[in-house]
């Protein structure tokens, strides 16, 4: 699962002209290469899809919560989108026909956040998990739209988390997952992932199977080569993966 209470803290990362990704107040630090770049306001519709997917429908659930009489929920996660795209805080895939897969995510700080009674029900494990994950580069959402998946985006995109992980000097990657999604949980194994913990998942009214949130981590090391240097083949939309 990568969808976070808004109550987390977020490392607020600007947009600048050359497609950069970093950190307010430091040097630019990851360079995004086609197809990666920085999404924009434009790409709101396709975002609210793909946090989403990645949310499992709980991002859906809680606009819905949101949104008053006669007002569409969608266009709440639209317009949320559309606001940390500003920010910069959000990674397209874009082969030139639009985003087609996001990635966003954040370095939890050193201190863990309150689980009081303001934070919502549902929030509250993932709140949990995410402060047991303290000093690691969050991955909030990873998602594609179904006919993107098994190209090896979800790698790549997991490959940059781990570059910009570094480059902001941490040596962690963490994400919460729903126990049902095998698929994620396949991919996670395979880079590496492991589960640290587990909560039940509180549904207040969401509908869904979701039984528990499994924290994985990941460890990093610094030697870790550059995602931008990975070759486009790598994906098969780059022409010439035979996988
Ligand atoms: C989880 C998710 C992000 C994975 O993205 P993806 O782009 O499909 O991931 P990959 O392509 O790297 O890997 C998926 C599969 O494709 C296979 N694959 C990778 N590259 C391939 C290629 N070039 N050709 C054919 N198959 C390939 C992988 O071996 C893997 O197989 P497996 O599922 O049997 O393990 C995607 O399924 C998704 O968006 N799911 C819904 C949202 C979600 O659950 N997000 C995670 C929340 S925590």
Request: aromatic share 6%; charged share 25%; hydrophobic share 40%.
């Amino acid at each position: 699962m990568a969808f976070a209470s808004t109550t987390t803290t977020c490392v607020s990362r600007c947009r600048n002209g050359s497609g950069r990704f970093r950190k307010q107040g430091d040097d630019p630090m990851v360079t995004l290469k086609r197809p990666f770049r920085l999404a924009t306001d434009e790409d709101a519709p396709q975002l609210a899809e793909l946090v989403n997917f990645a949310g499992e429908g709980l991002p859906l659930h809680v606009w819905a919560g949101l949104s008053g009489q006669g007002e569409d929920p969608w266009e709440i996660g639209r317009a949320r989108q559309a606001r940390k795209a500003r920010d910069g805080d959000i990674i397209v895939v874009d082969h030139g026909t639009g985003a087609v897969a996001g990635l966003t995510g954040y370095s939890i700080g050193t201190e863990p956040q309150p689980v009081g009674m303001d934070l919502p029900v549902l929030f509250r494990p993932l709140q949990e998990l995410e402060n047991s994950a303290l000093e690691s580069w969050y991955i909030n959402v990873l998602a594609c739209y179904p006919a993107a998946r098994g190209k090896g985006i979800g790698s790549r995109l997991l490959r940059l988390a781990e570059e910009i992980a570094v480059s902001e000097g941490l040596s962690r990657l963490s994400v919460i997952v729903a126990s049902d999604n095998a698929g994620a949980c396949r991919l996670y194994e395979r880079h590496e992932f492991k589960e640290v913990e587990r909560k039940a998942c509180v549904k207040d009214g969401w509908d869904t199977e979701t039984d528990q949130w499994l924290l994985l981590m990941k460890p990093l090391s610094s030697a870790k080569a550059k995602t931008g240097d990975v070759p486009a083949q790598d994906l098969a939309f780059g022409g010439g993966a035979s996988r």
